[in-house]
């Protein structure tokens, strides 16, 4: 069905206003994927035509897309979507920043602590006496990362850790907003065995502090970069302060593409939004600015990687960590983040006269604005 965006709006428009409980019919559903669908093949098709322009774009086996040195492409990446994982462990329930694009945005106060002395791994709590036990049972990850919020708001209590799975041979790299590193405490970080840190650089709006503490950082830690959403802000600050950051020597960008949850949805109310798959959803925005970005390392031969860390990338990601788990073929972790469509975030894009659908067809009888729908 190829619904035109006049019908889409005008179902979308009804949509919008349907209780919360109210049940949503066969019929109906089928209108809502196929505005879905309509969506998402002119995003996929303004995409393509982005990518076509971008020289050398790679991909690591077809799972993501990146461009630049090969060699510095972020191995917990590689860890991600080509080993045995990516095993998230969780420490520090709080953050010294409240930035708009956090999955955790207006809460950040309500994050339940992971217990005192114990960490957070596979949903399991562990003391970290307990981490021999488990290396000597399980199965090592290829490689681990340090999430949840702000781990240098208690930075010392990460050593010890990362020592044991240092000399286990694990892969360990390590998110930060930054703002709080400091020369210590990431000489420290170096040589307590940590591979890679990652610095959120759009937290902090890509401050002159953080941009210091990369450098820093670069001298301590074999592998440092940034992982930021990719926004607006993000794109135009970066620019302004291109030469600077380059100048930290850092050896790879991952540029994410936003998506949203129940907690910062809000924060980007009005935006044209599209949704993956039947999962993330996100600004339209995000994915284009990343391609640019990508075209624009290629032309001034950046070196380092840039990653396009797409809703793409995360489903492949989660392909593969349902195969690594000998989950029945097609599982994935990869879902969307509400338990309801926010219908009403999808109004913007369709009112948007200079936002086309790439072929529209009427309506079949009984799929009609006006008509009774069973």
């Known amino acids: 069905m190829k619904i035109s965006k006049k019908d889409a709006l005008t179902w979308f428009e009804f949509f919008a206003i349907l209780p919360e409980d109210e049940e949503i019919m066969t019929k109906q559903q089928e209108i809502i994927y196929a505005t879905f669908a309509q969506i998402e093949a002119a995003i996929d098709h303004r995409n393509d035509i982005l990518m076509s322009e971008i020289r050398g774009l790679k991909t690591l086996e077809n799972r993501t897309f990146f461009v630049g040195n090969e060699s510095k492409f972020p191995k917990g990446c590689r860890s991600c979507l080509l080993g045995t994982g990516l095993s ?12 708009k694009f956090c999955y955790h945005y207006g809460e950040l106060d309500e994050i339940p ?12 709590k562990f003391y970290e006496k307990d981490i021999d036990l488990l290396l000597s049972i399980q199965q090592k ?6 999430v949840y919020l702000e781990p240098f708001m208690e930075i010392e209590k990460y050593y010890p850790i990362i020592k044991k799975f240092s000399a286990a041979g694990i892969h360990q790299h390590l998110y930060t907003n930054g703002t709080l590193a ?12 940590l591979d890679e840190l990652r610095f959120n650089l759009g937290a902090s709006n890509c401050s002159d502090k953080v941009i210091k503490n990369m450098a820093i950082a670069k001298k301590y830690i074999k592998n440092v970069g940034i992982e930021t959403p990719m926004t607006p802000e993000f794109f135009e600050t970066f620019f302004r302060k291109k030469q600077a950051i380059l100048e930290t020597k850092l050896d790879f960008i991952n540029c994410a593409e936003l998506h949203l949850n129940a907690n910062n949805i809000d924060n980007y109310d009005g935006e044209n939004m599209y949704i993956s798959r039947h999962g993330y959803i996100s600004p339209i925005w995000s994915r284009e600015l990343t391609l640019k970005f990508m075209k624009t390392a290629v032309e001034e031969s950046w070196d380092l990687a840039v990653h396009d860390c797409s809703n793409y990338t995360k489903f492949a990601r989660g392909l593969n960590f349902s195969g690594n788990e000998g989950r029945w073929v097609g599982s994935s972790n990869y879902t969307c983040a509400f338990f309801r469509i926010p219908y009403e975030v999808f109004l913007p894009i369709l009112r948007d006269d200079s936002f086309k659908f790439l072929s529209e067809e009427e309506l079949p009888v009984g799929y009609r604005p006006g008509e009774l729908v069973f």
Request: charged share 25%; aromatic share 4%.
């Open 113 to 124: 602590p992971v217990g005192e002395g114990m960490w957070e791994i596979g949903d399991t």
């Open 88 to 99: 998230a462990i969780r420490k520090t329930n709080k953050c010294n920043l409240e930035c």
């Open 141 to 146: 990850p290829t490689g681990i990362s340090y």
């Open 182 to 193: 400091r020369s210590e405490t990431l000489k420290a970080l170096g040589e307590a065995g």
